[in-house]
């Protein structure tokens, strides 16, 4: 995976909520396609390119960090445990026996639905469909996080990290990779 530069755009400190921030953003965007407030906010940063993706990544303490500081793969190491948040795949409107695992009913003897969920409660007392009811619906494109991977090497001349297990979402999705 790329990794970087991430040049740090913003510093927040909330005194009220009780947690600090740092805005790390990703990628150059094409000057045309960016608006002027993205524009004026990357200049504050002291960039001359608007950021693709924005970041807002909670710290213990701000200090250590700087606007315009740029963070780099070098920050981790063989073996470190990450975690890895993307948007999986999307697998549009599926039904119960691909999105839940049901088994399904009998395929022979004349079954007429073969693939339907059965029942979906009792009849007369509740007369409804119980909360949480698992029913087919929309599929994948969600936020997941997958925990304890293993970064396996870093090229650090090619902004490259390597990951040892599963990574959520598509080929040249963005992710986002913090430590443990």
Do not use: W
């Not at 608007?50 to 920050?75: C, M, W």
């Amino acid at each position: 995976m790329e990794a970087g530069p991430c040049p740090d755009t913003q510093i927040r400190t909330y005194d009220a909520e009780g947690h600090s921030a740092v805005q790390l953003g990703f990628d150059a965007q094409k000057k045309e396609r960016a608006t002027l407030a993205e524009l004026g906010h990357a200049k504050v940063a002291g960039l001359d390119y608007a950021p693709r993706t924005l970041k807002e990544f909670r710290v213990e303490s701000v200090d250590g960090y700087e606007v315009g500081q740029e963070l780099k793969v070098d920050q981790f190491q063989e073996g470190d445990k990450i975690k890895v948040t993307g948007t999986t795949k999307g697998r549009g409107f599926q039904g119960v026996v691909k999105r839940h695992g049901f088994r399904g009913r009998p395929a022979s003897h004349g079954h007429p639905k073969k693939r339907n969920p059965g029942t979906l409660g009792p009849g007369t007392n509740p007369s409804r469909v119980i909360k949480g009811k698992k029913m087919p619906g929309q599929m994948g494109n969600t936020q997941q996080t997958v925990r304890n991977l293993r970064v396996e090497r870093v090229d650090a001349e090619r902004n490259l990290i390597y990951v040892r297990g599963a990574v959520p979402g598509s080929r040249n999705s963005l992710v986002f990779i913090r430590k443990m």
